[in-house]
């Protein structure tokens, strides 16, 4: 390897003089210069890095497929998960393009870091109870989950839908003690559609997105707990550009009319 390593270099010097000989006064570039220049990064493949709450997987995953179709040799990378612990993993220098957050107060904390500006709301969500097709605790209302008999399954309190259902359980005067906290409303509805728990509140378009793996339950006090969604291009963002265009791309008709057939709300 070392010695055809040494053969090339030794080459080179004398196959770019010859070049540069025949093309003297043409204006054309040399096949040797134009290499360079894409091997330099000209038109190369890009990523841009979108940390998204876990609730937009679906719809993100879906506009991403047309972002890429519109940008050919670009890919859009995702990291799903809870809204607060992706806004600390951005604190802390995760390298990221776009931050879609499923509440205000986890934007804010990016936003007073001074790693984003001017988030925009695109979608508003709300609660629904889930449970198991068969339903096997015959639950029918908010106020079921305070039986002791119903096992019940939360988001933890720091998540934006631990928040919202905190905020929709006091609006009931109701209190609740779930077995297991979980911290994103995927892990939590994942509890249900294994029969592991007998209700878990989550949002409404994690029902739809479940297929009908779970059934959702509507109760009044979801609309005191409704959260607005903020998206913004991080400060820091590698590839600012695509991170702008991706946002546009969520913000159009054509995202609106995505989300809104996931189950999510205009703002």
């Known amino acids: 390897m070392f010695r055809r390593f040494s053969r090339w270099a030794i080459a080179l010097p004398v196959a770019l003089a010859l070049a540069g000989l025949s093309g003297c006064g043409s204006g054309e570039p040399t096949s ?4 360079a220049s894409a091997s330099a990064g000209g038109g190369g493949a890009k990523e841009v890095t979108v940390f998204a709450a876990a609730s937009l997987t679906g719809t993100f995953t879906e506009l991403a497929k047309t972002f890429e179709a519109a940008h050919p040799g670009t890919t859009v990378k995702f990291n799903f998960g809870s809204s607060a612990t992706l806004a600390q993993q951005i604190i802390q220098g995760a390298p990221a393009d776009v931050f879609a957050a499923a509440s205000p107060a ?10 984003a500006s001017s988030p925009t709301t695109f979608v508003r969500n709300k609660l629904e109870i889930a449970v198991p097709k068969d339903n096997p605790a015959k639950v029918d209302e908010l106020k079921d989950l305070t039986d002791s008999k119903v096992k019940v ?3 933890a309190e720091q998540v934006p839908c631990g928040a919202a259902a905190i905020k929709a359980l006091d609006a009931a005067g109701l209190k609740v003690k779930p077995v297991t906290l979980e911290q994103d409303v995927k892990a939590t509805l994942t509890k249900v559609e294994l029969g592991e728990v007998d209700a878990a509140l989550v949002y409404k378009t994690d029902v739809i997105a479940s297929a009908g793996k779970v ?8 609309d005191k707990a409704i959260n607005d969604y903020p998206i913004a291009t991080l400060a820091k963002a590698p590839e600012g550009d695509l991170a702008k265009q991706f946002v546009d791309l969520v913000l159009s008709q054509q995202g609106k009319d995505v989300l809104t057939k996931a189950g999510f709300e205009a703002p």
């Not at 040797?32 to 290499?35: F, P, V």
């Not at 059934?215 to 979801?222: C, M, S």
């Open 32 to 35: 040797a210069s134009t290499s």
């Open 106 to 115: 986890t934007m804010k904390t990016v936003t007073d870091a001074s790693l």
């Open 153 to 155: 399954a939360l988001c």
């Open 215 to 222: 059934q959702g339950i509507e109760f009044p006090e979801a």
